[in-house]
């Protein structure tokens, strides 16, 4: 928002709820829509509204339930807006993580022993028991209606020694989810891309310095790196799934070998993406560019050594060393890791919602995770 709104693009932030977005200066307008978790149809109605605006040019997704509406229902979207991303028919595949992992070995990318969590599945090494898809629908999920979508994000650390009750793991996320052989890393990256049918217009590498729990997660302090060989297997990727529009991969670096091998691939804006535009690689502007027919425009590089962090995310990881259990992942001192947060801060002071320009939306975050927090009631 604050990249478009700065080169004078009216930005319009459309939720089902006031995000702390909305209370930007940088914000053009503020859109309610239906929450997509009630009922996508619904969801998919109000945002077509507003795609036909005739000021409307193009819609930035955010969320997977944005990918998975503006790709499903693309024709209907295409009438008024312009929309650089996958068709649905390849979204599906890199949506669906068994179909992405048959692609990837087809595209010698590295990626983890993936099999389907079956009953008579054979856990013969620590593994993560995740969910198969990005996203719950209809065409993954037989009990699933066409206006039902869900998203599961919890996982688990599993080793062979364990019990585990497959079932209630099944009935809880509501599918058969898949189980990948954990890798032992020493670092964690990012690959973000915008390919025009196929062909790379931009490249941004980042390394994850901390996670939203020290058992791993989305980024939450990271910093701008180039890396020949993670550039080699995030091109290979992308190049053979003919990618269209934005891209970020995560990538473990495996520690013995030194391999990237594959976590993860998300066809939309990441979390993270703070930190490419304060570097220079203005995935926004240049996604706008593309879905206003000048790519041309788009400029390649970006500055090394560039950190930000979401604090949010850093009072999260704090948290996790306190309240999450695993036994892969060796929990780190809780004063140490704290220390380095604030380290971090003096050393790398770049946020992702706040700044001193434009402290409401920090303002608002705040507010809201406050009226969150659980009531106490005292007697006596």
């Keep these: 928002m604050r990249s478009l709104a700065k080169r004078g693009i009216h930005t319009i932030v459309a939720s ?3 995000p702390p977005a909305a209370a930007s200066r940088f ?18 109605d109000a945002l077509l509204e507003l795609a036909a605006r005739p000021s409307v040019r193009t819609v930035v997704p955010v969320r997977p339930d944005d990918v998975y509406v503006l790709s499903k229902f693309r024709g209907q979207f295409t009438e008024h807006v312009s929309l650089p991303l996958l068709p649905f028919d390849r979204l599906q595949g890199s949506c669906d993580r068994m179909r992405l992992v048959d692609a990837a070995q087809e595209a010698g990318v590295p990626v983890p022993r993936t099999r389907l969590l079956t009953d008579d599945v054979d856990i013969d090494r620590p593994s993560i028991v995740k969910s198969r898809y990005n996203i ?49 890393h ?21 390394r994850q310095i901390r996670g939203k729990s020290y058992t791993g997660g989305g980024g939450v302090y990271r910093e701008s790196v180039s890396n020949p060989e993670l550039e080699a297997v995030g091109r290979r990727l992308l190049d053979h799934l003919e990618w269209h529009g934005p891209a970020c991969i995560e990538y473990m670096r495996e520690e013995e070998t030194g391999e990237y091998v594959l976590t993860e691939i998300n066809p939309r804006m990441w979390q993270s ?13 240049y996604y706008w560019l593309l879905a206003t027919g000048r790519p ?73 995770a406050v009226r969150k927090l659980p009531v106490h009631k005292w007697s006596g």
């Excluded at 629908?137 to 998203?151: C, I, K, Q, R």
């Excluded at 036994?327 to 050393?347: E, F, H």
């Design 27 to 44: 914000c053009g307008e503020e859109a309610t829509l239906p929450p997509p978790r009630d009922d996508i149809l619904a969801y998919r």
């Design 296 to 368: 041309e425009e788009v400029r390649q590089g970006y500055e090394l050594g560039v950190g930000t962090h979401q604090l949010y995310g850093e009072l999260g990881y704090l948290d996790s060393i306190r309240h999450d259990d695993s036994l892969l992942v060796t929990r780190p001192s809780l004063s140490r890791a704290a220390l380095s947060v604030l380290v971090s801060c003096v050393t790398d002071p770049h946020f992702d919602v706040l700044h001193l320009d434009d402290p409401s939306p920090f303002v608002s975050g705040v507010a809201k």
């Design 273 to 285: 993406l703070p930190t490419a535009v304060l570097a220079g690689a203005d995935f926004p502007y």
């Design 136 to 184: 719950l629908v209809d065409e993954h999920v037989a009990t699933f209606g066409p206006s039902e979508l869900d998203v599961v994000k919890r996982f688990w650390h599993v080793s062979p020694e364990e019990q585990i009750d497959w079932v209630s793991i099944r009935r809880e996320m509501r599918h058969t989810p898949i189980v990948q052989d954990f890798v032992r």
């Design 16 to 18: 089902e709820k006031h």
């Design 186 to 206: 020493d670092d964690m990256y990012v690959f973000g891309a915008l390919y025009d049918r196929g062909e790379p217009l931009v490249t941004f590498q980042h």
